[in-house]
């Protein structure tokens, strides 16, 4: 496909499971992000990798959240011991990284809707 | 307070009548805004990118930016109905390579 897939699209789980949302981007990109969503709210920021490399952690919530890149394509956002408040749209998104990256675009894909009973 | 501020409306406007939606900022590290929409169970698509201060025209859409105020600004003219969606600001320090910010969003209707 020419866009962003994510997979699962909806994903139920009991408290205290572990679950892992996949998302493989755009054919080429170099940059791939992970964010959240809330109901009624903006995508908050989680991770994002270069290529296989994790650059910026910073808006992972805690350390049950944990996300990785091995071949520099597919990425798997993996949350251990899931908790009620964890609920919420996970959006990838990813963008080519051109050389100008001051107006580099980045292309959202369909997210994956998690509820933990 | 948030980074970024945006009513979440919802704001109904007759079809043929100029939107004007905007948003707030505190940093002042952000260099780079962007307005995304977002249909009903859809990811949100770029609609417009601005580096720093200024306005830019793309159609029937124009975009402000007003760093000295940390005010931004899309502004849809000759509205209409599929006009209506979320439109959420969005902003970076580093490009559209880096993390952005957003804001939660205004719910746009479009009345036939």
């Known amino acids: 496909g020419a866009g962003v897939s994510q997979s699962p699209r909806y994903k139920v789980t009991k408290r205290g499971q572990d679950v892992a949302l996949r998302c493989d981007p755009i054919s080429g990109h170099v940059s791939l992000y992970w964010y959240r969503q809330a109901l009624g709210q903006g995508p908050e920021f989680l991770t994002y990798f270069n290529y296989e490399a994790q650059q910026d952690k910073s808006g992972l919530p805690n350390d049950r959240f944990s996300a990785e890149r091995p071949e520099g394509s597919i990425s798997t956002l993996t949350i251990q011991r899931t908790e009620q408040r964890d609920s919420a749209m996970y959006r990838c998104?990813?963008?080519?990284?051109?050389?100008?990256?001051?107006?580099?675009?980045?292309?959202f894909g369909p997210g994956t809707r998690l509820t933990v009973l | 307070q948030k980074e970024v501020e945006q009513d979440p409306g919802p704001l109904s406007v007759p079809e043929g009548a100029i939107v004007s939606l905007n948003c707030t900022y505190s940093n002042s590290a952000f260099q780079y805004f962007m307005w995304y929409r977002q249909y009903s169970r859809k990811g949100p698509e770029l609609l417009m990118y601005t580096y720093s201060s200024g306005n830019k025209e793309d159609g029937r859409f124009t975009a402000q930016v007003d760093k000295s105020s940390k005010y931004i600004s899309l502004f849809i003219r000759d509205s209409q109905p599929s006009d209506s969606a979320t439109y959420l600001c969005a902003m970076g320090a580093g490009g559209g390579a880096d993390g952005l910010t957003f804001g939660k969003g205004t719910h746009l209707i479009i009345q036939p």
């Open positions: 998104a990813s963008s080519l990284r051109a050389a100008d990256s001051s107006t580099d675009t980045q292309y």
